[in-house]
């Protein structure tokens, strides 16, 4: 979050910077070409192609590395992104050769490499040709960049790369890996704050991955300089990727996340209501606004303070003039159901006296120049240092200044401005020259050795992530018990296994709104799944209506923020009158009472990957190729699907339903939808079948979102709270919505600890049937031991005239109940 006073000064700076490159020469450009020197190993080969030593190695079922060298042999292994326990060693790999070509078999991929001129192809076990080299365009390098080619066939899409503003298919783009502190961002800005360089390929249904493992300045082409290929490529760095393979885009996901990590299993007030501006003080206003949701019954967990309650910016330091009684403020909102979370720059003051500062210089924990002095640049509290967080020592010690928040009882700490930012120069980040120490811990080393100097254009896209690494770590060590909550700006894949995130500056207008689709389905495609956005919009004031749209809209996304800058209007709630209150307060009521489905669904992503808020490909890969499919209408978990009206101005607009049966979630009555058996012939091309798709007209009036449930689901949902601290009096409402495949279950554990990794969790699995006479519910026999808060579960089937409902007892034991309707 760039605050309004030093950005709109930067405004009109371009965001596409352009760093310089030396100039090269012709006698520095290589590439790859006849195969010579092959060596089969025993999870792959390493050959010989042109000027390059290639390596293609097995590290897990579906996932291969191909790694590319111009030296004599490999450097030694290295990944701030790819964790060591996610390579397998139990893979079956089969070496074939003959004349023409090289083959490396691994189950369902064959890895295809032609002799004549090193290309290689991926295939499925029958053929079908998944990601292939171009045949006309060696990889290439000149000097220290290189550039991949592959061909790009007509209907290919492509999907990922972390969070870019546009269509979610990035098809006729070209994109930048490069993390920037991007105030003032619209429709096609590149680069944004996150370098995530992995995409999915979808064509036909069948999907792949592929992650170049690289922290350099990096940009990929999908057909914007030809639509005979898309291409990737860095300024420097490994030529070092991991095809992923499918076919089912969930499976790519999953490979994916347990090569760079997943989300642990967040906190569940971090999933309530939450509130934020830059910024509330002093104390008198944050107790005003807590007292206001507490009065007007409007639930909410969350209220988060921004930079002002600090001295003069300073992180780790407390504003005693705003908050002559922080300790006791945090306290009291405790008392009312309410975390705090703080934000906490990276960057460190340079100020004699200042402890963090004094502490860091002491260890030699900060980033240096080149001639070996600390470097200093212009942030909030004026000249500061950074702490060089690809030493394990400067994360730890960094850490550790958390102890003055914890001690607190603050619960949560808000990493921004870690692309990182900076002040000084046009680019708004630090100069390339600067000098980064990397220790094996940081970058999974293997086999481990000394530390090594590197610069900034290595590190630029990584040090975001290992910003809130070291806060994560910090807090798990103070509260070795607790879930850490962090927030962060800027990422590079597996900053997802630290911290949440958001996608930034965003602004309260109506783009903004119908750009948030887009950005954060990408953000779970790249397995970045627990992100939100700004509800209402950064930069501005909404109109009543835009407000109104996104606090609904916000209750069915991974996080539910409601932020705004420094000179807006009030954002919160209530603001607008009555009628706006009414709406605002139904939409976060709704939030709550769907926490159960909420929660147990993001145990699951925690365990594989797949993202809460998914696209329609990753549920439907044969729909993808729809037209704005991906950007206008997305599940939310497995069985929920939202629709929302993203113009100011429409007319009644179409929504898809894939499958055959489909309720309207606020009624649950079936909806009658057209069948659109023949949906498009050209979807078809290549396809099998096409499958059933239906499809409504709907115009949403100003209180209604348009929500709708799979046929087939059977969703939890509890007593309206006011707050997760708050214990749900009732019975555990089960809604049953007959179709195929029915089923559903529930998770709950302790909501706070890691207690549920020794077992201390309820899980319970449900299925229904259809009978002569109705639908037969079974609930499973329960796993853990955990006891839930609930004593009874209400049963309510949908799908007659009316709805039908039975209560049952709470037990770990399976029961069934039998519905007449």
Not at 234 to 240: E, I, K, V, W
Not at 492 to 502: D, I, K
Request: charged share 20%; aromatic share 12%.
């Amino acid at each position: 979050m760039t605050k309004n006073r030093f950005c709109k000064a930067f405004l009109f700076i371009s965001i596409l910077v352009t760093f310089s490159i030396q100039p090269l020469n012709a006698q520095e450009s290589s590439s790859t070409g006849a195969v010579s020197a092959v060596q089969p190993r025993s999870d792959g080969l390493t050959f010989r192609s042109g000027d390059a030593l290639i390596r293609l190695t097995i590290v897990r079922p579906g996932v291969v590395r191909v790694r590319y060298t111009l030296a004599k042999m490999f450097p030694a292994d290295h990944s701030f992104a790819v964790i060591p326990e996610s390579v397998s060693r139990d893979t079956k790999v089969q070496i074939t050769q003959s004349a023409s070509v090289l083959k490396v078999t691994d189950g369902d991929v064959v890895a295809t490499v032609q002799r004549s001129n090193g290309r290689i192809v991926f295939t499925d076990k029958v053929g079908n040709v998944l990601l292939a080299d171009h045949p006309n365009y060696p990889v290439t390098w000149h000097g220290k960049e290189f550039r991949v080619y592959k061909t790009m066939p007509q209907l290919e899409q492509y999907f990922g790369l972390g969070d870019k503003s546009d269509a979610s298919d990035h098809r006729g783009n070209a994109v930048t890996m490069w993390n920037t502190d991007a105030f003032g961002w619209q429709q096609g800005t590149d680069p944004l704050y996150k370098s995530i360089p992995f995409f999915v390929g979808l064509l036909n249904g069948r999907a792949y991955g592929l992650f170049l493992d690289n922290t350099y300045k990096s940009s990929f082409d999908f057909g914007k300089e030809s639509s005979d290929f898309f291409s990737f490529g860095a300024t420097g760095g490994d030529l070092n990727y991991y095809f992923i393979a499918g076919p089912h885009p969930k499976q790519v996901i999953e490979r994916y996340t347990s090569l760079t990590g997943r989300t642990p299993l967040p906190a569940l007030y971090a999933f309530g209501f939450q509130q934020c501006r830059y910024s509330y003080y002093p104390e008198s206003r944050v107790r005003q606004i807590a007292n206001e949701f507490r009065t007007r019954k409007i639930p909410a967990d969350v209220i988060w303070l921004d930079i002002d309650y600090q001295q003069g910016y300073k992180p780790f330091t407390i504003n005693r003039e705003y908050f002559p009684h922080f300790e006791q403020m945090v306290k009291d909102l405790g008392d009312q159901g309410f975390k705090m979370v703080v934000i906490s720059d990276l960057h460190i003051k340079k100020e004699a006296g200042y402890k963090p500062y004094d502490e860091g210089t002491a260890g030699d924990h900060f980033i240096k120049n080149p001639d070996g002095s600390q470097y200093v640049g212009k942030v909030w509290p004026g000249d500061s240092v950074f702490p060089d967080f690809t030493l394990a020592s400067a994360r730890k010690f960094y850490g550790s200044q958390f102890k003055f928040f914890t001690d607190m009882g603050i619960a949560g700490i808000w990493n921004d401005m870690n692309e990182p930012a900076v002040f000084r120069y046009p680019d708004k980040t630090m100069p390339l020259d600067t000098v980064h120490r990397v220790d094996s811990e940081t970058e999974n080393r293997n086999p481990a050795g000394p530390i090594r100097k590197t610069d900034h254009r290595e590190i630029h896209n990584v040090l975001g992530m290992e910003n809130v690494r070291a806060t994560y770590e910090g807090l798990l060590q103070l509260r070795p018990n607790e879930r850490p909550f962090v927030m962060t700006r800027a990422a590079f894949a597996g900053a997802q296994r630290y911290a949440a995130t958001w996608t930034g500056d965003n602004q309260s207008s109506w783009l903004h709104f119908r750009l948030s689709l887009p950005t954060l389905l990408n953000l779970g495609v790249s397995g970045y799944p627990f992100a939100g956005n700004d509800v209402g919009g950064f930069d501005g004031s909404p109109v009543p209506d835009l407000l109104t749209r996104w606090i609904e809209l916000g209750a069915f996304l991974p996080i539910y923020r409601d932020h705004t800058t420094n000179g807006t209007r009030d954002q919160e709630p209530w603001v607008h009158g009555p009628e706006h209150e009414a709406i605002r307060r139904h939409y976060i009521e709704t939030r709550y009472r769907l926490l159960p489905y909420i929660y147990t669904s993001m145990e699951e992503t925690s365990r594989t990957g797949i993202p809460l808020m998914r696209a329609m490909f990753v549920e439907h890969p044969l729909l993808g190729r729809m037209e704005g499919i991906n950007d206008k209408e997305y599940f939310f978990g497995r069985d929920l699907l939202v629709a929302p009206k993203v113009l100011e101005t429409v007319d009644p607009y179409e929504v898809i339903l894939p499958g055959p049966v489909w309720y309207d979630y606020w009624t649950g009555k079936k909806v009658e939808a057209k069948q659109r058996a023949a949906w498009d012939k050209e979807h078809s091309v290549g396809v099998a079948e096409t499958p059933m798709v239906g499809s409504i007209k709907v115009d949403p009036k100003l209180d209604e979102l348009p929500v709708y449930v799979r046929g087939g689901a059977i969703l939890p949902h509890e007593p309206l709270i006011q707050t997760t601290a708050e214990k749900p009096q009732g019975p555990l409402e089960l809604r049953v919505y007959p179709g195929p495949d029915c089923s559903g279950s529930v998770y709950t554990d302790d909501g706070h600890t890691f207690d549920y990794k020794q077992g201390h969790y309820f899980r319970q699995s449900f299925t229904c049937e259809a009978t002569a006479q109705g639908v037969t519910v079974k609930l499973g026999k329960a796993e853990g031991d955990y006891t839930p808060w609930w004593t009874q579960v209400h049963v309510t089937v949908y799908g007659g005239t009316e709805p039908v409902s039975r209560d049952l007892p709470f037990s770990r034991e399976a029961q069934t109940v039998s519905v007449e309707q």
